[in-house]
């Protein structure tokens, strides 16, 4: 069994519950066996933070931390690494290129799993961070799934209601303007939280699947440690 390391702290309601899938995911599949998690919380100012997610400005800021917690976790004895935020992956091939261990990507496994799913339209709820970098378009695309985004106006509602997540506030309100975006969204098979702390909201749609990137991701992770 391989022991997974997970860069977290993005924030932490979203990390804990990563490790919460993972741990009872592995306990359903062998319920003598106890997965090898090791976690790097990364201590990130804020000011870093609210200036990326409201802003999306300074991501390059991020760069150092990511790649310091990763070599932590390959020295404690990680034989591969996750990272349970999908805007950070941005950064992934400067993360990758630090430590010689696998680096799972949140954005690969996702299309996959939209692919075995025979998705081939979706809506997508990120941070502008993961939007502009065009994360998901790209991969997706390649894919032939085709994809519907929120506007301006409502990227920016987006934004803001991760923020206030990722800082411990989840309101009834967020949920609501979450649900009004998805209204909007024409044609779509499925929606895609492409923001791994939307989670947190519990969001449903009568009628349309609501398939949480995190979820995707600690599935992925179980078979790592597994295989």
């Not at 702390?197 to 597994?226: C, N, Y």
């Given at each position: 069994m391989?022991?997974?390391?997970?860069?977290?702290?993005?924030?932490?309601?979203?990390?804990?519950?990563?490790?919460?899938?993972?741990?009872?995911?592995?306990?359903?599949?062998?319920?003598?066996?106890k997965?090898?998690?090791?976690?790097s919380?990364?201590?990130?100012?804020?000011?870093?933070?609210?200036?990326?997610?409201?802003?999306?400005?300074?991501?390059?800021?991020?760069?150092?931390?990511?790649?310091t917690?990763?070599?932590?976790?390959e020295?404690?004895?990680?034989?591969f690494?996750?990272?349970?935020?999908?805007?950070?992956?941005?950064?992934?091939?400067?993360i990758?290129d630090?430590?010689?261990?696998?680096?799972?990507?949140?954005?690969?496994?996702?299309?996959?799993?939209?692919?075995?799913?025979?998705?081939?339209?979706?809506?997508?709820?990120?941070?502008?961070?993961?939007?502009?970098?065009?994360?998901?378009?790209?991969?997706?695309?390649?894919?032939?799934?085709?994809?519907?985004?929120?506007?301006?106006?409502?990227?920016?509602?987006?934004?803001?209601i991760?923020?206030?997540?990722?800082?411990?506030?989840?309101?009834?309100?967020?949920?609501?303007?979450?649900?009004?975006?998805?209204?909007?969204?024409?044609?779509?098979?499925?929606?895609l939280?492409?923001?791994?702390?939307?989670?947190?909201?519990?969001?449903?749609?009568?009628g349309?699947?609501?398939?949480?990137?995190?979820?995707?991701?600690?599935?992925?992770?179980v078979?790592?440690?597994?295989?």
């Amino acid at each position: 069994m391989k022991t997974a390391g997970i860069i977290g702290g993005f924030g932490p309601q979203t990390t804990a519950k990563f490790y919460e899938e993972i741990f009872f995911a592995c306990q359903k599949e062998n319920s003598l066996v106890k997965p090898h998690i090791l976690i790097s919380s990364v201590p990130l100012p804020f000011h870093i933070e609210s200036s990326a997610i409201l802003k999306n400005e300074g991501v390059e800021e991020y760069i150092p931390y990511l790649i310091t917690e990763a070599r932590r976790l390959e020295k404690a004895g990680a034989d591969f690494i996750v990272m349970p935020c999908n805007s950070l992956h941005i950064h992934i091939d400067p993360i990758r290129d630090s430590v010689c261990i696998p680096v799972l990507s949140i954005i690969q496994e996702t299309a996959s799993f939209l692919c075995q799913k025979a998705i081939t339209r979706v809506g997508i709820l990120s941070t502008a961070m993961t939007a502009q970098h065009r994360l998901y378009e790209k991969e997706l695309g390649d894919h032939g799934i085709l994809y519907h985004t929120p506007d301006k106006n409502q990227q920016n509602i987006l934004n803001e209601i991760v923020f206030r997540l990722v800082n411990g506030r989840n309101e009834q309100k967020d949920r609501d303007a979450l649900i009004d975006i998805m209204f909007t969204f024409d044609d779509v098979e499925c929606v895609l939280l492409a923001c791994t702390d939307l989670q947190l909201l519990d969001l449903t749609l009568p009628g349309m699947p609501i398939f949480d990137t995190m979820k995707i991701l600690a599935d992925s992770t179980v078979r790592e440690i597994l295989d």
